[in-house]
């Protein structure tokens, strides 16, 4: 079975909704493969060396980041 990483789910992502604008999901990731280029814009995720953890997940309130 493929290994799954994390997705952004652009339907449901609204940074605007968040601290600041600023992305919870990138400071939770361990390996650091979140990137937001600036506050209020969507989180873009790198899909190496993801490791499934699912912290990016559970720091999202709106569940905007699937593991697929
Ligand atoms: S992924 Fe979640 S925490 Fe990050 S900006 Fe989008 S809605 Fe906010
Ligand atoms: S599942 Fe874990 S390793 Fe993968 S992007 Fe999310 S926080 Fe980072």
């Known amino acids: 079975m493929p290994k799954k990483m994390a997705v952004v ?3 449901k992502c ?3 909704q968040c601290d600041s604008g600023v992305c ?7 390996r650091k493969l979140l990137k937001q280029e ?3 814009e969507a ?4 899909p190496y060396a993801c ?4 912290k990016c997940v559970l720091a999202c309130p709106l569940k905007a980041i699937e593991l697929m």
């Open 43 to 46: 989180p873009m995720p790198s």
């Open 51 to 54: 490791q499934n953890c699912a």
């Open 9 to 11: 789910n652009y339907h």
């Open 38 to 40: 600036a506050p209020h």
């Open 24 to 30: 919870a999901a990138v400071s939770a990731c361990p």
């Open 14 to 16: 609204r940074p605007e």
